[in-house]
């Protein structure tokens, strides 16, 4: 370990997962589970029944005030004042060139009380960021709540039947990116119909102290349908696959939501948020590069970092990219330069000193509900976009 | 998973299971656990002149790619090919699994190399 590297932290759940046996990683500063039965077996399990993860490393940010939603508004690209109270969006804080300081959820708890749910890593530089931009802004105030919640996210086709034994909120009743308060096996909880897999699932918000019992119901409860306990690596294939994009891989702050292919989470008619002059530069005078999906075609797995080419021009480079267990191809995203950037484009990537040819696919890879008869009947799930 | 005394052992995690002047070279059970499921195994042509320490190919899981080193100099004579199709069985008998066989240019390579009992205690 490094000298002075600060101890990793844990979230309340550690003990639990090193009790269970899980593979530990760290990750963002975190001492976190990246197994349990291995990442196939989990990924699978999300797609075909149900997993459960603990994502209490991430952060939350509240904002409260007579101006919140105006406070809000400054800080977050997506537009606030579409959101009704118990619906949730995603959204991304910008710094004054457009690029991401990081992505987030805004949820709206009251019309002028938002919870921020932000990267782990990223929690003091967002807390900072935004605390320092909405300083002039009337009755509002931020606050780091991310020591008061516990976070654990049931995910898969089967979850709403599992979270359904242990609540009284009507989970049917609850829409895609709309939440409740209520309780869960007995701890008081805030259910959000959200998550970071491309699965129909939820995640729960509870204080840190009953989180182990919140997590313990919860395996206990999907028994019946083999709900298995995931880890980071799972996380990660899932997003992948669901094309969702992960801060410090796929964005961070040398990239902007045109250059990410996010122009949906961008309130072009908003008055004016942190970044929306840069962008509107940007949209004048058009994008360089763009984030794609690829999939490779040769016998390769590219990985992030590795360098596209075309011929001997250099076109851009790989920021995820995985062999996925579910579609079972390697398949990755990259930033490409916009002449390369269509659907069908073909390329080289360079993988550790060999060319593996690859094409560009649209995103997502995986969507709910389109493939497999085993899944059940359901509306596939509609991109976050389509829902505003 | 015991070590099977009659393997020898590297300390890249390899193992060889020599016969007269050919060997069967794969990875050892401590080896896949660190790696997790592994999705692709990329191996030399059959033909290809290997040194000792040198890398012969790699293996990937979904997480990590880790590259593959001769236990021994001499001549790539078989290669796995059904873990071209199931890459999974590497997790499964990961001793079982060999990926190359090698002749052997120089059979004294084999003395360098680790014995059961010693790779178990360097894994422990």
Redesign the interface.
């Known amino acids: 370990m490094d000298q002075g590297a600060p101890p990793p932290k844990k979230t309340p759940l550690n003990a639990r997962h090193r009790a269970s046996g899980a ?1 530990m990683v760290a990750f963002g500063g975190w001492d976190m589970p ?2 349990y039965s ?4 989990e990924h699978l399990a999300v797609r075909e029944r149900a997993g459960v993860f603990d994502v209490s490393h991430m952060g939350e940010i509240e904002i409260a005030g007579r101006d919140a939603l105006k406070a809000i508004q400054r800080i977050s690209s997506n537009d606030a004042a579409r959101l009704e109270v118990g619906q949730a969006q995603y959204s991304g804080l910008l710094t004054p060139a457009g690029t991401f300081v990081d992505d987030l959820l805004v949820y709206r708890f009251a019309p002028q009380h938002f919870l921020l749910v932000v990267n782990a890593s990223r929690i003091p530089v967002d807390y900072a960021h935004i605390a320092s931009q909405i300083a002039g802004i009337g009755d509002a105030v931020a606050v780091d709540v991310s020591s008061r919640y516990a976070l654990v996210a049931v995910q898969g086709p089967r979850s709403r039947d599992v979270l359904q034994t242990l609540t009284a909120v009507d989970l049917g009743a609850l829409k895609y990116y709309w939440f409740a308060h209520g309780e869960v096996a007995g701890v008081r909880a805030t259910i959000s119909r959200t998550g970071y897999t491309g699965e129909i699932g939820y995640e729960v918000f509870v204080p840190p102290q009953s989180a182990d019992r919140v997590w313990l119901a919860i395996l206990e409860a999907g028994r019946g349908v083999e709900l298995v306990p995931c880890g980071l ?1 799972a996380r ?2 899932l997003r992948l696959e669901a094309a969702m994009r992960l801060y410090g891989n796929d964005i961070d702050d040398h990239v902007t939501p045109l250059e990410a292919d996010l122009e949906w989470i961008v309130g072009w008619e908003k008055d004016a948020f942190v970044g929306l002059d840069a962008l509107r530069r940007q949209r004048t005078a058009g994008i360089d590069r763009k984030l794609i999906g690829f999939e490779v075609l040769d ?3 590219a ?1 992030p970092g590795h360098q596209a080419y075309v011929g001997s021009n250099h076109v851009g480079t790989v920021t995820s990219g ?2 996925t ?1 579910y579609l079972k191809k ?1 398949i990755g995203m990259a930033y490409l330069r916009v002449e390369c950037a269509a659907e069908g484009f073909e390329f080289e990537i360079d993988v ?1 000193g060999r060319r593996a040819r690859a094409i560009v696919v649209p995103l997502p890879f995986y969507r709910r509900g389109r493939r497999g008869q085993d899944l059940p009947a359901d509306r596939p799930e509609p991109h976050p976009k389509e829902l505003h | 998973m015991a070590y099977p005394a009659a393997f020898k052992y590297t300390k890249d995690h390899e193992w060889i299971d020599v016969h007269d002047d050919r060997a069967r070279v794969g990875i050892t059970d401590y080896a896949q656990k660190q790696l ?2 592994v ?2 195994v ?1 191996l030399p042509a059959v033909g290809q002149t290997l040194r000792a320490g040198q890398s012969f190919g ?1 293996i ?4 990590a ?1 880790s590259e593959l080193f001769a236990p021994v100099s001499g001549e790539v004579i078989e290669v796995n090919e059904s873990l ?1 199709a199931t890459p ?1 069985a590497v ?1 499964s008998d990961p001793h079982g699994q060999w990926m190359i066989v090698v002749r052997l240019s120089n059979p004294a390579d084999v003395q360098a190399l680790l014995d059961a009992d010693q790779y178990s205690s360097l894994v422990k």
Do not use: H
């Open positions: 593979r990246l197994e291995g990442i196939v077996a690596g990660d294939t016998r390769a797995i990985r995985t062999q267990p390697a550790r | 997790g499921d999705v692709f990329e790699s990937e899981s979904v997480k790619v071209k999974e997790n």
